[in-house]
């Protein structure tokens, strides 16, 4: 993954400095389904409640009217019968019956015939509101045949009536108002949805600030990662106070996510950096031997070159070159196939022997240089043999190379627990610390020597493809110290 950095900054689509408010966010959502959820209560349980209060009130004035109509056909009084007991009930009491109630009274009655006509009693007409109780109701028939009163209407107010058919086949409509009950349930539903509005605002501030807190790691998130598209690779997303185990989980999963992000992005710039610093340096290491080769090419093209003498030293030049250039290639593809990880073809090496063979090699080549070797018996090891054996020769190198013919060097191979440490020391003039920390740069020569610069990246290649590694000490004026440590096991062990 490469991050482009442009000229302005680089915002996350949909991200706004309002942390997603409105009803398209997750926090305009939640709250939504919230206060839906509890109106859904709110009128469910409303409904019930209206709907229990009406049966309640409703069996109330049903079990008086009921009950009423039960007691007068009990009696077996006939309509002049009861006319007769109103006359006595006058004389004892001297009051005269209003000729007509408010229409909204509790409770009306009415005495008609067959036909559903009103009847007169005690040479008093009916009232009005008798006469609409008894238009309202019709046939009387249909009210002494039922279990349970009826709904009528009498003058705009609701009544609830029930008919007592008498022995002579009139009829006494009874009536009772229900309007009463009408208006607790109005009152009752004012009073619920008024709540109920109260409640949902309530719930509606309370869920936005708890879900507010609650999604508050999400948008340190999105804060995040708009500043990591921004540039800023090392912003990492904050740990919450009372964080809950799926965000913190979320959290710590896209910190990690982030560092390995950061790190990919730092050692591709890296690799991308010594590449092209690599490149650069190969192209300058390969220009000098080609100007030379050209240059001599030249010269003899132009016939310049006349003396035997003379061309052969040229012919001897365009050879060292040539070869120096091969060397370089040489190099290269093996720093390049390094790069690649390349299966290495492991088997039981004895590293004694091979240090034995570079320390016998060292001598033929410089008979006067000291060199020492520690490395008595058989020491195996699971290696490439050719790996080990270029690792060797590159440090033999670097000692032909950088230090005088008369210095000594000492190899010293050893095994502690599972690793084995081949150290190569010399007593040359050393390097100086910001010398040694290049080292293992590709292309790096100290004070300008000679060589190609490759020897110790090679060696550190091969060491890291064995699961091993390079170590360095060194001062000025006290030498080189090249230490190798490399797995112990061999074929056959765990």
């Known amino acids: 993954m490469i991050f482009r950095r442009g000229p302005g900054p680089i915002r996350i689509p949909g991200r706004s400095h309002g942390h997603g408010h409105g009803l398209h966010s997750l926090r305009g959502q939640l709250t939504l389904a919230n206060v839906a959820l509890l109106a859904l209560g709110i009128v469910m349980a409303t409904a019930v409640s209206l709907m229990g209060m009406r049966y309640y009130l409703l069996d109330q004035v049903d079990s008086e009217l009921l009950g009423m109509r039960d007691s007068l056909g009990s009696t077996r009084l006939t309509a002049r019968e009861i006319d007769s007991l109103s006359a006595l009930a006058f004389i004892r009491d001297g009051k005269v019956p209003q000729?007509?109630?408010?229409?909204?009274?509790?409770?009306?009655?009415?005495?008609?015939?067959?036909?559903?006509?009103?009847?007169?009693?005690?040479?008093?007409?009916?009232?009005?509101?008798?006469?609409?109780?008894?238009?309202?109701?019709?046939?009387?028939?249909?009210?002494?045949?039922?279990?349970?009163?009826?709904?009528?209407?009498?003058?705009?107010?609701?009544?609830?009536?029930?008919?007592?058919?008498?022995?002579?086949?009139?009829?006494?409509?009874?009536?009772?108002?229900?309007?009463?009950?009408?208006?607790?349930?109005?009152?009752?539903?004012?009073?619920?949805?008024?709540?109920?509005?109260?409640?949902?605002?309530?719930?509606?501030?309370?869920?936005?600030?708890?879900?507010?807190?609650?999604?508050?790691?999400?948008?340190?998130?999105?804060?995040?990662?708009?500043?990591?598209?921004?540039?800023?690779?090392?912003?990492?997303?904050?740990?919450s106070h009372h964080p809950t185990q799926e965000v913190e989980q979320l959290r710590l999963a896209l910190n990690s996510m982030l560092h390995q992000v950061e790190s990919a992005y730092r050692t591709r710039e890296r690799s991308a950096a010594q590449l092209r610093r690599f490149v650069a340096d190969a192209s300058h290491e390969l220009r000098t031997p080609l100007s030379a080769i050209r240059g001599y090419l030249q010269l003899y093209e132009k016939g310049m070159l006349r003396e035997p003498a003379e061309r052969r030293r040229a012919w001897d030049r365009m050879t060292g070159e040539a070869d120096r250039m091969g060397r370089l290639v040489d190099e290269l593809l093996t720093l390049a196939r390094l790069d690649q990880q390349p299966e290495l073809r492991f088997r039981n090496v004895d590293l004694s022997r091979l240090v034995r063979d570079a320390a016998e090699d060292l001598r033929a080549q410089q008979p006067g240089r000291p060199v020492s070797v520690r490395a008595e018996g058989a020491l195996l090891v699971r290696a490439d043999e050719s790996g080990l054996r270029q690792i060797l020769g590159n440090l033999m190198a670097n000692v032909r190379t950088h230090t005088p013919a008369e210095v000594p060097v000492a190899l010293d191979l050893s095994r502690t627990g599972g690793v084995v440490r081949l150290r190569v020391a010399d007593e040359g003039p050393g390097l100086a610390e910001e010398d040694a920390a290049r080292i293992f740069d590709r292309f790096f020569r100290a004070g300008g020597g000679a060589g190609s610069g490759l020897g110790m990246a090679i060696v550190q290649g091969v060491a890291v493809a064995h699961g091993g590694e390079v170590t360095v000490r060194t001062s000025p004026g006290e030498g080189l110290a090249v230490t190798v440590a490399l797995p112990a096991r061999v074929c056959g062990e765990g």
């Open 99 to 239: 000729a007509q109630g408010p229409p909204d009274a509790d409770s009306l009655f009415a005495v008609v015939d067959a036909d559903g006509r009103p009847m007169t009693l005690r040479s008093f007409e009916p009232t009005s509101n008798q006469r609409a109780l008894a238009a309202a109701v019709g046939d009387p028939g249909t009210v002494t045949g039922d279990a349970d009163p009826r709904d009528v209407t009498v003058d705009g107010s609701p009544f609830r009536v029930v008919g007592a058919s008498l022995p002579d086949g009139t009829v006494v409509l009874i009536a009772g108002s229900t309007d009463a009950l009408h208006t607790g349930m109005a009152r009752a539903l004012k009073l619920d949805l008024f709540f109920g509005v109260l409640l949902l605002g309530l719930l509606a501030v309370l869920t936005m600030l708890n879900v507010r807190r609650r999604l508050r790691p999400l948008e340190d998130m999105v804060e995040t990662s708009s500043a990591i598209a921004e540039g800023d690779l090392a912003r990492r997303v904050p740990s």
